[in-house]
């Protein structure tokens, strides 16, 4: 079965650091374009970063020079390591996949930045 399943979600204070987990199986994972995105509540979905198969990233103004996303082509993971983390990163974080002519979405996991 083709999917994507998150992890790593939590409950953290701000400044902390979380690091989610995005377990994919796909057959030949390294041509995808691996993206995290988020939600927050009343708001629309955002681009969080994305990172060629190549290694290429590209990162959302807010999270840049706090969030790193990084992937292991052989494992089939894609990381999204979160520094400084504030309230407003309060969402729910969503790994994409991308290749020509086929998008497909994880479940979400549940970040919340509270004090």
């Known amino acids: 079965q083709v999917q994507l399943v998150e992890s790593g979600g939590d409950l953290v204070q701000p400044g902390g650091s979380l690091r989610l987990c995005c377990a994919a199986s796909l057959s030949v994972f390294a041509i995808y374009v691996m993206s995290w995105y988020r939600q927050a509540p009343g708001s629309q979905r955002e681009l969080v970063a994305s990172?060629?198969?190549?290694?290429?990233?590209n990162y959302g103004d807010s999270v840049k020079d706090r969030f790193t996303i990084s992937r292991d082509n052989a494992k089939k993971m894609v990381y999204l390591q979160m520094n400084s983390l504030q309230p407003e990163d309060t969402a729910v974080y969503y790994c994409?996949?991308?290749?020509?002519?086929?998008?497909?979405w994880g479940q979400g996991t549940q970040v919340t930045v509270s004090s």
């Open positions: 990172i060629s198969g190549g290694g290429r990233t």
């Open positions: 994409r996949a991308d290749r020509t002519a086929m998008s497909l």
